[in-house]
């Protein structure tokens, strides 16, 4: 299964699919252009996440990382309870905005 990210509105973006070892990379490519590209505040929603393995976080990660050197806020919300656990597991909730 692929992974995509798509625009559902204004600085909200949803994530579809498994956030794999398998999928991120190409996702981390397509993606990286538009998070760029943003401005003000960013909020993706996860809820469409079916599947996710530690590749998913890192990739959480290097967008807030992208969005503190760009100047924009971005926030995460509706995370799969499986990767709110990996995220404590991991010890990065307090790396990552969270809400909802």
């Known amino acids: 299964m692929k992974a995509e990210l798509k625009q559902t509105a204004p600085g909200l973006y949803a994530v579809r699919g498994e956030l794999t070892f ?7 490519l ?10 003000g505040s960013l909020t993706i929603d996860l809820s469409g996440v ?3 393995d530690s590749a998913a ?7 807030v990382r992208l969005s ?13 309870e499986h990767l709110e656990t ?11 905005p969270i809400h909802g």
């Open 22 to 28: 398998a999928t991120v990379p190409k996702l981390w």
């Open 50 to 52: 079916s599947r996710a």
């Open 68 to 80: 503190s050197t760009r100047g924009f806020s971005l926030t995460f919300c509706h995370l799969p």
């Open 30 to 39: 397509d993606s990286r252009p538009r998070v760029l590209q943003a401005s």
């Open 57 to 63: 976080l890192s990739l959480l990660v290097e967008w």
């Open 86 to 96: 990996m995220a404590r597991t991991y010890n990065l909730e307090p790396l990552l």
